[in-house]
């Protein structure tokens, strides 16, 4: 667990001599507490006091990154159990299971699909982030399929061996990535490391229970490795999500760092309905890696949306750039729709504007990310906001007209919108979904 303020100022050397820039020790701790300030601003710090305060400042699980270039990704260095305490800051990364065992035509086919796993979603990019490779037969059809995935993809790769001197030479085809082992066997633990250790890759720890799993870290810690991912382990999904609550309950909890690493949970389900559903329940409850064997768009859509919403900020809605924003091939007599920056409400009205097929103008209003009803009762979309912004993108001089359509739910407004802007306001439908009817009949 953190140290408070007071913790802290116990640490400190009391002296009040304003060194720091605070004006007294107490206040400095303060700051320390809130990780506004960094404990080298103290000159007469002790070396005991600053080794305690050094570890008590490292993130309570460790934060890795994986891939390289645009595919790289970080996980881990998660400071919170639940998500509305402050937020969940690295996404869960979401993989594939490749078998060497089938044919390479098979095996391209599938890396080019998982490749076109992008999706737009609310203005966002939404994207998939390892494929792993588990050998199945020899050392030398494994080292095949990994050189035929280091040709056709950028995204991460995991190496699911069975034995090392397939790793050995695995890696060394990859050695310009940084790429995620699997445990071949525990007794092969030193060489792991040093496999680890010379191609810089990331180790997954692998035991039956959590005390085991301490007992392998620290073996290795002393072996110099570091970056580490702890699987998830249980025979049902029920005791994989015991074992990973409490592992993350331990680490931010009780300050265990031995066990502060994120932690990666293979799903085995053929049916991609359950698939998806035990997917999606480890990226819900802490898995900082989940993989997966089925590549079907709709559930992998169904698993990024769920991690999307997860692991965006409660505490700021996801909202668009302000601003005005054509739709079709627009002229000076398009209509011009007003609505919010929230991404849900802009993205939902551009929807039904495409499907009306109607060339429009749509003002995005900066109402900091707030839908229709609610910003206009926080006064963040009001005649003055609209009119500021329709002047500000140069409404006016873009279309021909005067003519301004309004969200139906705001209709009270139209009055003051009119008086404020000069344009003529129309009041458009309730809901987005009688835009398209709207507009073919305005």
């Known amino acids: 667990m953190a140290l408070s303020g007071l913790d802290i100022y116990k640490l400190l050397p009391k002296t009040n001599c304003r060194e720091c820039g605070f004006s007294t020790c107490l206040a400095f701790a303060m700051q320390l507490a809130k990780k506004a300030a960094g404990i080298d601003r103290c000159p007469y710090l002790s070396k005991e006091s600053k080794a305690i305060l050094e570890s008590q400042s490292?993130?309570?699980?460790?934060?890795?990154?994986?891939?390289?270039?645009?595919?790289?990704?970080?996980?881990?260095?998660?400071?919170?159990?639940?998500?509305?305490?402050?937020?969940?800051?690295?996404?869960?990364?979401?993989?594939?299971?490749?078998?060497?065992?089938?044919?390479?035509?098979?095996?391209?086919?599938?890396?080019d699909k998982i490749n076109a796993l992008r999706f737009e979603r609310v203005g966002q990019i939404l994207k998939v982030n390892l494929i792993a490779l588990e050998q199945k037969g020899d050392p030398s059809r494994f080292i095949e399929v990994v050189k035929l995935a280091c040709a056709n993809t950028s995204l991460g790769l995991v190496l699911i061996a069975r034995d090392l001197s397939a790793l050995k030479a695995a890696l060394d085809i990859l050695k310009e990535r940084r790429v995620l082992i699997y445990p071949v066997k525990k007794q092969d633990l030193k060489d792991l490391a040093e496999l680890a250790?010379?191609?810089?890759?990331?180790?997954?720890?692998?035991?039956?229970?959590?005390?085991?799993v301490a007992s392998l870290i620290l073996e290795l810690s002393n072996l110099g490795i570091s970056d580490l991912i702890i699987e998830a382990k249980g025979e049902t999904i029920p005791e994989r999500i015991w074992w990973l609550t409490q592992a993350r309950r331990l680490a931010l909890k009780k300050n265990n760092r031995s066990l502060g690493y994120p932690a990666l949970t293979i799903v085995d389900n053929i049916d991609p309905f359950e698939e998806a559903q035990e997917a999606a329940t480890y990226i819900a409850k802490y898995s900082g890696i989940v993989l997966i064997r089925g590549f079907h768009p709709y559930e992998v859509l169904s698993l990024l949306t769920l991690r999307q919403n997860i692991y965006t900020d409660p505490q700021k809605p996801l909202q668009i750039e302000p601003k005005l924003y054509p739709v079709g091939q627009v002229d000076d007599k398009s209509p011009v729709l007003v609505t919010t920056n929230f991404s849900l409400s802009y993205f939902t009205v551009l929807g039904e504007v495409e499907a009306s097929k109607v060339p429009s103008y749509i003002v995005s209003v900066d109402t900091e990310g707030m839908s229709v009803l609610t910003a206009w009762a926080a006064e963040k979309f009001t005649p003055r906001s609209i009119t500021d912004s329709l002047n500000k993108f140069g409404v006016k001089e873009t279309v021909a007209h005067n003519r301004l359509i309004i969200p139906g739910y705001v209709a009270v407004m139209s009055g003051d919108l009119e008086d404020e802007s000069g344009f003529k306001v129309i009041v458009g439908p309730k809901e987005a979904a009688g835009i398209p009817s709207f507009l073919k009949n305005l």
Do not use: W
């Open 197 to 212: 250790k010379t191609y810089n890759a990331v180790l997954v720890i692998s035991a039956d229970d959590l005390n085991a």
């Open 58 to 111: 490292q993130p309570p699980i460790r934060l890795v990154e994986l891939g390289n270039g645009e595919e790289k990704f970080e996980i881990g260095n998660e400071s919170v159990m639940f998500r509305h305490e402050e937020k969940f800051h690295h996404p869960c990364g979401i993989g594939f299971i490749i078998e060497d065992s089938l044919r390479d035509v098979e095996i391209k086919g599938r890396i």
